[in-house]
């Protein structure tokens, strides 16, 4: 099973767009859904592509701030986005209203490897970290892969409802205060449930993404493993130099490359698991 | 130049508007409206998001003798109106630069000058030696003020190892030579009549001012290391304007001015206080052809104005 | 001092928590969260907007042997999260000072700091002996950074003048030194350790960073003469921390912090690369009770947190 | 006649309150008016003095913004600006909506005298400087004082309407392109009408303030004339000595005063009005 390879960040497919508000939905507790009308970037985005959105006229906040793109409508022309509030420009991105007009710069990065059938791929969503997935899990239900999807939160208001993903899954879920799912953290339930796919795709902090990978990587057989990560970003199109991360190269030495061209999605083993978790978070940036 | 060229030669011009400007050594920028170092890669990397064939000119990424990997992340943070940066000069060397880029610069109508850094005097002029010649490259933009490497600094905050390292390059290029000087100095003035004095063709500036962010939550800097990074943006414009108007007092060459430009009136007001060029930086970042929409809007204002030269607009207190 | 005092004592706080700070010569601060020079006038001019009993210190407007009218307007302008302010030091002389003020500011449970300014050093003498031993003087802060008279940032961006300064004027006065410094100097940890070794018993920083503003409707600077002014606010707060890390490393005595602080997070990060104490600046325009907020907020996080001491929140790293 | 002198800027009056919009209301032509409920400051407020209007969250813009208390209500508890979109700050107080929180700090510096009757009072205000002239004509109106009301404005649409001011008035104006009244300078007309006023209040730009105050200086009798004057201003309340106008001192000799403090508003005769001239227009601070 060779599945189709991830196309890389080709800069020539973003487009520098405005988007319109259409609304913004609240999904459980404290996190919402925007959704934009902008028809150049909803027609090009891929699974796991991010959008640098404007969040405000400047020039405070200066710059603008990634988001995976959670769904991508080319025939209505839509785009939307998963996110809570932390920060001023996302409490910006909550508070929009219809009609607002949002710069939006994508598609951006390297997306998911959507799998060629028959296959199962098993989605992994920490936190705000299921952004990425509605589009992911219709991009492989249209190809006729099956999904199986394991989220974990806090609580049961912040997991993302499996029904909006647009695409059947076996579900399941952990959360912290046990309101849903088993009680703990994701990464308890994980290793049983690596058993049933060929293939693995998570999103969420750092910390619990050098967890999956370690899972991963000690389960037999070894399924492939693609991780998103965040870094701050100066630019999203590889020309600040800012959003390194620690990789292994190829001959396993100390290298960097770029969150926004390499990335935001790479395979696991590329990863300096230990350096990167040696690392301030990027969300104290 | 004499002629009326480029775009902003268009109808609407006063007859004889010329909106180029010479820099020396037969160089002569298409228009005054550049990207800086640093913020615009080698000119490859934003393709549609910025063609660059209307800029006047391409400040490159600085380029030392060697590969530089660069910092540690994180490399980059947000404060007040401004970012701070930390990248650390990663750059291919100025092998690939001189082989790889250099032959795709000559089909370009817009100048590309190399941004050279070097730890030391002799990596500086060995850089600039193995520049010098090189179809494509149009001049240096000699960098005596990066506060993310170790020494970069030194060089440009003190007008005698700056003068000194100026008089090397001079010694080792034929190329058109623009330093860029540090907004950390206690005396830019006296930095820019050193270089200008050691030979550059013209100065720049600002570059990035020393700065640094505090995570309360981790109880340390944001930046790795002793945590300053250099900051830019439209915290620094003011900054960027006293040094602009007090170094063009100081010294006849042309200077470009730099430092939180994002709007067409952002640059004229450099303009204003003696700047002959500009350069756009973090703007880009936000705005990728945040460079052309300046440039448009500088030619705008000649248009509405009937300015003869750029020049027009200077503050006459200046000269 | 050991004991519990002020509000930060109140229940809540771990037992021992010590909100004080010590700047020597037997001054301590009932809390570290002070007012700036020149952004509350003479203590006397907000009255209930912002009560004064509660403050850490006050640090009054620059204040020099004789009354000065001050530079001509305009005198202020905005900036990209900041402000320039060219106000040349109106000021009413110190005689106004020590027969009008100090008197009132017996009684007051915070102390006053009284900045000091001047052409020369024979003035700053001048200032500070007329001062030794008022009432109501519980220290002086010498200013030897204003950007904003003629010779005003000689002495601060320059080792030695610092040092011989502060010589001077501390042969004249036993009241606690405090001296602030310049964010235009290219090394300030040099000027710090200058200052110290010539008998400061503390040092302030950031004074304003030199900047200027143009109007292109004008075609010249906003502000009058040279146009610079002084930059003040969120926009220089990356710089003074940087500063504030560098002296802190370079010096043992008190720091105390001040540029662009808004909220106790901003004040706290000060804290964080080894700040003592803070100035609120600029924010008091915006919001007349800015400090007391600041305070209260620092009061909060340090219950919180179960700190002993303010030193609690320093970065390892620093010591 | 002695007028009842205007009380001192006394900053023992001023609230730093929170009003909250209960609308912006259009007037003519790219003018609005701004109503906020703002009991505490309402009940202080007198004619002439004006308020630090918060335009936003901060840090851009960073500092308040002056506006002269346009209309003030004791018992509803309602502030009024009058004001026109010239920058960003003006800009987001015209985009209000009702409910948002606007801060506001005032009421701030010394006002317009209100004459003992028997009196005529002559208000003189060019575009914006109508702002003040409601509440003083409805203080002078309950007072017993008779109105008269000159008007100068580019076109009839930037008139402020008289029967907007709340008190009968014996109105006159002129317009730029004529479009109502007479064609031209209000201080075209000015001199006429001195004969029937016993006191002037003047609003405006700097340069009208001084033509007025030249026309008035050589009239006789002479009337006093009270002006409110414009500086780039810094807090407001007299701390950061950045508002100084150019004044005439006792012995004539050069001085300066706060505009916040010993101003807004200052007799005539005590401003230096070749001085004030000589200096770049508050407008483009
Ligand atoms: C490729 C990529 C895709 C992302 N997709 C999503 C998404 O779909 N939904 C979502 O909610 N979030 C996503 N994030 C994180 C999101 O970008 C940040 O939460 C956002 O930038 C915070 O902005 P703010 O202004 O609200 O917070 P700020 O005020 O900037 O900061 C608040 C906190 O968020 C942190 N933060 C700032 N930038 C980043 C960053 N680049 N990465 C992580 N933390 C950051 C800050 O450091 C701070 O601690 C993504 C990040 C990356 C790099
Ligand atoms: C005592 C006083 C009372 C005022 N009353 C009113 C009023 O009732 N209605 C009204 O519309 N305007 C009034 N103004 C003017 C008003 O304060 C300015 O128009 C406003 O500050 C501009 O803010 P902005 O952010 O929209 O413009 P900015 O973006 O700050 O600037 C736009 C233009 O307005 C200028 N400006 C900024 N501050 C001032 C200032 N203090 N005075 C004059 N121009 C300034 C700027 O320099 C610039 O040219 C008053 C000014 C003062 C000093
Ligand atoms: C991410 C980043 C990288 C930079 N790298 C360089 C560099 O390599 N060489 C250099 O001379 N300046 C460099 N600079 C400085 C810019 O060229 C410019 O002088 C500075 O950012 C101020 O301009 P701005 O405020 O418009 O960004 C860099 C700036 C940024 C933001
Ligand atoms: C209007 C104004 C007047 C000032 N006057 C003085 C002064 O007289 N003496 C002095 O040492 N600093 C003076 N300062 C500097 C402040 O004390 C402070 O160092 C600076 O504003 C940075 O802090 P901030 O960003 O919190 O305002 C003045 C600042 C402002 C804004
Ligand atoms: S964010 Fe600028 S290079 Fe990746
Ligand atoms: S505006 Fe600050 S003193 Fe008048």
């Given amino acids: 099973m060779t599945p189709t390879p991830p196309a890389p960040s080709d800069i020539a497919r973003a487009r520098c767009a405005t988007g319109v508000c259409l609304g913004v939905e609240g999904v459980g507790d404290d996190r919402v859904e925007v959704r934009l009308t902008c028809p150049e970037v909803a027609e090009l985005a891929r699974p796991g592509e991010f959008c640098q959105l404007q969040v405000g006229p400047g020039p405070v906040p200066l710059l603008r701030r990634p988001f995976s793109v959670c769904r991508a409508d080319p025939e209505g022309g839509v785009l939307a986005f998963y996110l809570g509030v932390v920060g001023e420009g996302t409490a910006r991105l909550a508070a929009l209203r219809r009609g607002d007009r949002v710069g939006v710069l994508g598609p951006l990065g390297r997306g998911f490897t959507v799998p060629d059938p028959p296959a199962t791929l098993l989605m992994v969503a920490g936190g705000l970290g299921a952004a990425p997935f509605p589009l992911l899990a219709q991009a492989c239900h249209r190809r006729g892969v099956a999904l199986a999807w394991l989220n974990g939160a806090a609580s049961a208001g912040r997991l993302y409802p499996a029904e909006r993903l647009g695409a059947p899954v076996a579900s399941h879920c952990a959360t912290e205060d046990g309101s849903r799912g088993a009680r703990g953290l994701l990464t308890d339930i994980l290793g049983p449930l690596l058993a049933t796919a060929d293939r693995v795709a998570a999103c969420g902090p750092n910390r619990m993404l050098a967890q999956v990978a370690s899972i991963v990587a000690e389960a037999t057989p070894r399924v492939p493993l693609e991780v998103s990560l965040e870094a701050p970003m100066g630019c999203g199109f590889g020309t600040c130099l800012g959003c390194a991360v620690p990789v292994r190269a190829g001959d396993g030495a100390r290298a960097l490359a770029l969150c926004c061209r390499t990335g935001p999605v790479m395979a696991a083993e590329r990863v300096d698991w230990s350096r990167l978790l040696a690392l301030p978070p990027a969300h104290a940036a | ?319």
């Fill in chain 2, 1 to 319: 130049m004499e002629t009326v060229s480029g775009g902003a030669g268009s109808p609407g011009h006063p007859v004889g508007f010329d909106p180029t400007v010479a820099i020396g050594r037969g160089l002569t920028l298409p228009n005054p409206v550049g990207v800086a170092s640093g913020t615009f890669g080698y000119g490859f990397d934003l393709g549609a998001l910025c063609p660059v064939d209307r800029l006047g000119a391409i400040f490159t990424k600085g380029t030392t003798l060697h590969p530089r990997p660069g910092n540690d992340p994180p490399r980059v943070a947000e404060t007040p109106a401004g970012m701070l940066n930390a990248i650390g000069l990663q750059n291919p060397g100025v092998e690939v630069v001189r082989r790889d880029y250099a032959p795709r610069w000559r089909d370009w109508a817009v100048p590309v000058l190399v941004n050279v850094a070097g730890g030391d005097i002799a990596e500086y002029v060995a850089v600039a030696r193995r520049l010098d010649g090189v179809a494509g490259v149009s001049g240096l933009e000699l960098n005596i003020s990066c506060p993310n490497v170790a020494g970069g600094l030194d060089f440009g905050i003190d007008p005698r190892p700056a003068a000194r390292c100026v008089a090397a390059v001079r010694a080792a290029t034929g190329l058109p030579l623009v330093v860029k000087l540090s907004p950390n100095a206690a005396d830019v003035a006296e930095v820019a009549r050193a270089v200008v004095g050691a030979g550059a063709d013209a100065v720049s500036l600002v570059n990035t001012v020393v700065g640094l962010k505090v995570s309360l939550a981790l109880g340390r800097p944001v930046l790795p290391g002793a945590g300053t990074g250099g900051l830019s943006g439209p915290a620094i414009k003011p900054i960027a304007l006293a040094q602009v108007a007090r170094v063009r007092r100081a010294v006849e060459v042309p200077v470009i001015g730099i430092g939180g430009i994002r709007t067409a009136t952002d640059a004229l007001e450099f303009m204003v206080v003696g700047a002959d060029a500009v350069q756009v930086g973090t703007a880009t970042f936000t705005t990728p052809r945040a460079a052309l929409d300046v440039l448009d809007g500088c030619q705008a204002h000649a248009e509405r104005h009937r300015l003869c030269a750029w020049r027009d607009l200077r503050w006459s207190a200046l000269g």
